[in-house]
């Protein structure tokens, strides 16, 4: 019998592949691991998934907010560069968000303030997160 009333859910396919899906129908993610502990390399690791899902939910706000604050970006990534426990489970211990922010005219203040609220304020992935997240940033500037 499955349960129909989820928030996420997640498949096993094969050997240590899985597929994950949230609860409104569209796209999966899969998750697999190493061939040295029976996985294939066909997936993202479960680590690298809750970075990219911190980075996501951070630069979701910044790109908003900049947008709100009529800021001219071309481009934009996120790097996270991550500290974790030696011991098991080796959780995260630090996490640093590297934001690049490519435009035209972009204030150093609007993103700082940006990225401030979004790491204070709006990610929820942060807030739930026992991690210690820092930030840094820096613009690349579009010439005409």
């Known amino acids: ?6 928030d996420a859910q997640l498949t ?8 994950g899906r949230g609860a409104a129908p569209g796209p999966t993610i899969v ?3 190493d061939p040295s502990v029976g996985g294939s390399n066909c997936g993202i690791r479960p680590m690298s998934a809750l970075y990219n899902a911190l ?11 900049l947008k709100k604050k009529r800021q001219r970006v071309t481009g934009f990534y996120v790097n996270v560069h991550t500290t974790r426990a030696e011991e098991y489970p080796k959780r ?4 640093e968000l590297e934001y690049v922010v490519r435009g035209y005219d972009v204030a150093p203040d609007a993103v700082a303030r940006s990225i401030e609220l979004s790491l204070t304020k709006y990610c929820s992935v942060t807030a739930s997160l026992s991690a210690e997240v820092t930030s840094t ?3 690349e500037q579009e010439t005409d």
């Open 92 to 95: 995260l211990l630090k996490a």
């Open 31 to 33: 998750f697999d691991a």
């Open 12 to 19: 096993w396919v094969q050997g240590m592949q899985f597929v």
């Open 1 to 6: 019998m499955t349960d129909e009333s989820f």
């Open 137 to 139: 940033f820096r613009i």
């Open 55 to 65: 980075a996501a939910c951070s630069a979701m706000d910044v790109i908003s907010i």
